[in-house]
Nanobody, 115 residues
Framework: QVQLVESGGGLVQPGGSLRLSCAASTIIFSFDSMGWYRQGLGNQRELVAI???????NYADSVKGRFTISRDNAKNTVYLQMNSLKPDDTAVYYC?????????WGKGTLVTVSS
């Protein structure tokens, strides 16, 4: 059974940085893609960033230039580096993996951007 465990969330001031980690219980190279989604209070879950098995990346317009998704195959971990954080980035961030049309989700980690 695939398990995804997020970590790295917390409280940060506007303009600050955080790095989220998503540790997988299996080799991440087996996934067609992995991504980060977020869900703010009262909002729908939205895609933040995605990285394919080939290394291609895609970002939501709202985070382009500020967030970077990367992965370490040796550690079976995907990262989300978040810089220049804004209050609007406050949300629960979820790790997601897709393999042959099946999606797997972590339980989420809370990021709060506030002064």
């Amino acid at each position: 059974q695939v398990q995804l465990v997020e970590s790295g969330g917390g409280l940060v001031q506007p303009g600050g940085s955080l790095r989220l980690s998503c540790a997988a219980s299996t080799i991440i190279f087996s996934f067609d893609s992995m991504g980060w989604y977020r869900q703010g209070l009262g909002n729908q879950r939205e895609l933040v960033a995605i990285i394919t098995s080939g290394g291609s990346t895609n970002y939501a317009d709202s985070v382009k230039g500020r967030f970077t998704i990367s992965r370490d195959n040796a550690k079976n971990t995907v990262y989300l580096q978040m810089n220049s954080l804004k209050p609007d980035d406050t949300a629960v961030y979820y790790c997601q993996a897709e393999r042959r049309g099946r999606n797997y989700w972590g339980k989420g980690t809370l990021v709060t951007v506030s002064s």
